[in-house]
């Protein structure tokens, strides 16, 4: 019962995510439109937009762009974009004191150095342990992924059958990777599998 909660709450979220993106999109579009109706205003510095508006409107309309990526992906990448041109914007458009400009370099750099030593190429956005004679069919439908398997195949039969590939025995920790997750071995009795985590990647 908990599993298909977990999965009606991650549904939900998914698309409320995708009416946001989309309600932020027509605005963002709009705004272009209007941005674009009143360019003529430009060499005159006491209407809007004159040149400084419309840097900083540009700028806010590409966080946008890259706020619904995020929402859309939601990868560490969509994430440092944003960070990225939220204080790139700050550093361009604030021109108040150079020690503002320094610390929002400072950040930059701190994102760049994060962004190489710190990510991750597999993110984990959820782990599920199962018992391994589950149905890959029913794991594959209640948690929306592709583990590729033949008809009535259980989990242990995919991990079993990937680590003859690999030429790897069976022991806990073991994994088995896949386009969209990973399967790893959580219990063993009598040295058979008995409990099978299923980790679902964020990329």
């Known amino acids: ?39 003529g205003n430009i060499p005159d510095l006491e209407v809007w937009p004159n040149y400084n508006d419309l840097l900083e409107t540009c700028f806010n ?16 990448d969509t994430v440092f974009e944003v960070l ?6 700050q550093i361009i458009t604030d021109h108040s004191s150079i020690w503002g400009s320094l610390v929002g370099v400072t950040a930059i750099a701190v994102l760049f150095a994060t962004r190489k030593f710190l990510f991750c190429e597999f993110d984990i956005s959820d782990a599920i ?16 992924i592709n583990i590729p398997y033949e008809q009535n195949d259980t989990l242990m039969d995919v991990v079993n059958r990937k680590l003859e590939e690999n030429e790897q025995t069976a022991r806990i920790g073991a994994c088995v990777y896949f386009s969209d997750c990973g399967l790893r071995v959580a219990k063993l009795h009598n040295e058979k599998i008995s409990r099978i985590e299923v980790i679902r990647s964020i990329h």
């Open 84 to 89: 990225l041109f939220a204080i790139a914007r």
């Open 1 to 39: 019962m908990q599993q298909y909660i977990a999965r009606f709450l991650r549904k939900t979220t998914e698309f409320l995510e995708f009416v946001i993106s989309i309600m932020l999109a027509v605005g963002i579009i709009l705004l272009c439109l209007r941005m674009a109706g009143v360019l």
């Open 61 to 76: 309309l590409i966080i946008g762009v890259e706020l619904i990526r995020m929402m859309y992906y939601h990868t560490p």
């Open 129 to 144: 342990i199962f018992r391994a004679s589950a149905r890959v069919k029913s794991i594959n439908s209640l948690l929306g």
